[in-house]
């Protein structure tokens, strides 16, 4: 990559950063990659499953067909970088570097228009909605792999310490499936000094959390992989009034259906038991899972084969994680692999989803660079 495109991905880059916009609400953005593709010369679609954009670039008669896939959504997290380009929408920011893998993105696809040496299509996926938002759906639903047809198709994530620019690629599980916990606690309100005629929904939800957090100490094979988080809690209105209503709401990860059935009939019983108890009711609502995010194998070697042909630092023997990605749902569907790419050191509070965090504008040219590698060498495998 030329000097002169990294300068030009870091500024597109950096204003998407000062511009983030929440998940179902990336008009500007979607906006932006439009008008960074008509300045390549690249035709595209809008309107994908919401504010998708997907990119085609066809060159010769042979190959078949990849497809590259990037996110565009930011999260609602206030930031505290103090950077000269920070956010400039109050309480949202690109906490997770999809920022970085859209730029990385109109990268690969300037590297492709001006290299001659493939022969096939490259669709290119700007994904909107990713952060639990259903975006990957949508653009399925959509009638993603009907109206630009693809056989495989790859993809990223930024990894704060990893060495900057290194390639990981794991055999198998990558990521979690993960799917939504909401915790409904139904007792009865009253004044706060006449607790004997109420049911306290808050006491309720003390004990409930409680128990919850033995479910993966008791329940799940020490062997296995899984997580059950309770990350908000909501209830009560004035200090001098027993709550009649708490709200509850968490996620469940893991990488196994069999980890996950066990989990989610050990909330359900727990959950009954300790209404049971109080005389309250409590609703559980767990949604849908994710599925994990799975590379296939010859996929996962056409990722290795990208690294090295872009001279990139490969890894291939670090652990899956237990964060969720929506890259799942097209794996349901097409054969492909996700990998992660180094965003150098992690510095506290600049993990992912951190309010520190910001993705290293120094990796551009690797992500790039792997984007159109991996494309490339994919469409070299379907020649005869």
Same mark, same amino acid.
């Given at each position: 990559?030329?000097?002169?495109?990294?300068?030009?991905?870091?500024?597109?880059?950096?204003?998407?950063?000062?511009?983030?916009?929440?998940?179902?609400?990336?008009?500007?953005?979607?906006?932006?990659?439009?008008?960074?593709?008509?300045?390549?010369?690249?035709?595209?679609?809008?309107?994908?499953?919401?504010?998708?954009?997907?990119?085609?670039?066809?060159?010769?008669?042979?190959?078949?067909?990849?497809?590259?896939?990037?996110?565009?959504?930011?999260?609602?997290?206030?930031?505290?970088?103090?950077?000269?380009?920070?956010?400039?929408?109050?309480? +949202?920011?690109?906490?997770?570097?999809?920022?970085?893998?859209?730029?990385?993105?109109?990268?690969?696809?300037?590297?492709?228009?001006?290299?001659?040496?493939?022969?096939?299509?490259?669709?290119? +996926?700007?994904?909107?909605?990713?952060?639990?938002?259903?975006?990957?759906?949508?653009?399925?639903?959509?009638?993603?792999?009907?109206?630009?047809?693809?056989?495989?198709?790859?993809?990223?994530?930024?990894?704060?310490?990893?060495?900057?620019?290194?390639? +990981?690629?794991?055999?198998?599980?990558?990521?979690?499936?993960?799917?939504?916990?909401?915790?409904?606690?139904?007792?009865?309100?009253?004044?706060?000094?006449?607790?004997?005629?109420?049911?306290?929904?808050?006491?309720?939800?003390?004990?409930?959390?409680?128990?919850?957090?033995?479910?993966?100490?008791?329940?799940?094979?020490? $062997?296995?992989?899984? +997580?059950?988080?309770?990350?908000?809690?909501?209830?009560?209105?004035?200090?001098?009034?027993?709550?009649?209503?708490?709200?509850?709401?968490?996620?469940?990860?893991?990488?196994?259906?069999?980890?996950?059935?066990?989990?989610?009939?050990?909330?359900?019983?727990?959950?009954?038991?300790?209404?049971?108890?109080?005389?309250?009711?409590?609703?559980?609502?767990?949604?849908?899972?994710?599925?994990?995010?799975?590379?296939?194998?010859?996929?996962?070697?056409?990722?290795?084969?990208?690294?090295?042909?872009?001279?990139?630092?490969?890894?291939?023997?670090?652990?899956?994680?237990?964060?969720?990605?929506?890259?799942?749902?097209?794996?349901?569907?097409?054969?492909?692999?996700?990998?992660?790419?180094?965003?150098?050191?992690?510095?506290?509070?600049?993990? $992912?989803?951190?309010?520190?965090?910001?993705?290293?504008?120094?990796?551009?040219?690797?992500?790039?660079?792997?984007?159109?590698?991996?494309?490339?060498?994919?469409?070299?495998?379907?020649?005869?």
């Amino acid at each position: 990559m030329t000097p002169d495109l990294h300068d030009r991905l870091t500024g597109w880059r950096r204003h998407l950063h000062a511009h983030p916009e929440p998940s179902l609400h990336e008009q500007a953005t979607s906006a932006f990659v439009q008008q960074r593709l008509a300045e390549l010369g690249i035709p595209f679609t809008a309107g994908i499953g919401g504010y998708g954009v997907v990119a085609t670039l066809t060159r010769g008669r042979g190959g078949g067909a990849v497809g590259l896939r990037a996110d565009m959504d930011a999260l609602r997290i206030t930031e505290t970088t103090g950077l000269d380009y920070a956010s400039t929408n109050p309480g +949202v920011m690109h906490a997770c570097g999809h920022d970085g893998h859209t730029v990385s993105l109109l990268g690969a696809a300037a590297l492709l228009a001006d290299d001659t040496d493939w022969s096939g299509t490259i669709q290119l +996926v700007f994904q909107p909605a990713e952060e639990g938002h259903g975006g990957a759906r949508a653009m399925i639903a959509d009638g993603l792999f009907e109206r630009f047809p693809m056989s495989r198709i790859f993809g990223f994530h930024n990894w704060p310490g990893i060495e900057a620019g290194t390639v +990981v690629v794991h055999d198998g599980i990558v990521m979690a499936a993960g799917g939504r916990v909401t915790l409904t606690i139904d007792g009865h309100a009253g004044h706060a000094g006449m607790p004997h005629l109420t049911r306290d929904s808050v006491v309720v939800a003390g004990h409930l959390i409680v128990a919850l957090q033995s479910i993966v100490a008791r329940n799940v094979d020490p $062997l296995d992989t899984a +997580v059950l988080t309770l990350g908000t809690i909501e209830g009560g209105a004035v200090a001098n009034q027993v709550a009649g209503r708490v709200v509850i709401r968490g996620t469940l990860r893991c990488h196994r259906p069999e980890v996950r059935e066990t989990i989610v009939a050990a909330i359900e019983r727990i959950s009954a038991g300790v209404a049971s108890t109080f005389g309250v009711t409590i609703g559980v609502e767990i949604t849908p899972p994710l599925f994990p995010v799975k590379n296939t194998p010859a996929e996962a070697g056409l990722a290795r084969l990208a690294a090295q042909s872009a001279r990139l630092p490969l890894l291939n023997d670090v652990a899956p994680s237990m964060a969720g990605e929506d890259f799942s749902f097209y794996l349901q569907q097409k054969p492909g692999a996700f990998v992660w790419i180094g965003n150098g050191e992690l510095r506290d509070g600049a993990e $992912l989803h951190g309010p520190k965090y910001d993705f290293n504008d120094a990796i551009l040219p690797a992500a790039a660079s792997w984007m159109a590698e991996v494309a490339k060498t994919a469409l070299k495998s379907n020649e005869p």
